[in-house]
């Protein structure tokens, strides 16, 4: 076969080589799963699969409510328009920072904070506070979730996954295919 029809072939068994665009990513890029999220914090919130397993420990840590503002606060830097901005902005405040919310997060400087910020919203209103909580969460809830069941148990899944049968077949195909 041409290289280039090997290279293809590759990357049809091994598709969690490519980046977001089908493009051969390098090695360090290719960590995926409980591999990436152990590197850092941030590998961890760009994964779905990964702040699904988060906000599972950190439900039990009584503490979830850290993520989820977290979260928030990325979505409503994405925010376009001034009233769709107020809207969420109000909706932040109300569920991580007022007094009365359901949600309260613990941030300095929380007490000061009024609803008349959110009369005039920008999309980095709320950085300061996310900064907060993601160091917060950085510096303590994180290790502990490296160490917990929840990522543990999820690491082994995978490792189990990539030892099994059919997974090994396939790469025994793809490796049959390349080297002709």
């Known amino acids: 076969l041409s290289f280039l029809k090997k290279m293809v072939v590759f990357f049809y068994f091994f598709p969690e080589i490519n980046d977001n665009e ?18 850092s914090l941030e590998n961890l919130l760009e994964d779905p699969e990964g702040v699904k397993r988060f906000r599972e420990f950190l439900k039990k840590e009584f503490s979830e409510e850290n993520v ?24 932040i405040y109300m569920t991580f920072l007022s007094s009365k919310a ?6 300095e400087g929380q007490s000061r904070l009024s609803e008349t910020i959110l009369e005039t919203p920008h999309p980095l209103m709320f950085q300061k506070l996310q900064d907060q909580i993601f160091n917060l ?3 303590d809830s994180y290790s502990r979730f490296l160490k917990s069941d929840i990522f543990l148990n999820h690491k082994k899944c995978e490792e189990q996954e990539e030892n099994s049968p059919e997974a090994q077949t396939a790469a025994k195909r793809a490796s049959r295919i390349y080297n002709t």
């Open 22 to 39: 089908g493009h051969p990513s390098s090695s360090h890029q290719a960590l995926k799963g409980t591999s990436k999220w152990a590197t």
């Open 137 to 139: 969460m950085k510096y």
């Open 68 to 91: 989820l503002f977290w979260l928030a606060c990325e979505e409503f830097k994405k925010t376009q328009g001034k009233k769709q901005m107020q809207e969420k902005a109000k909706e």
């Open 102 to 107: 359901s949600s309260q997060v613990n941030v």
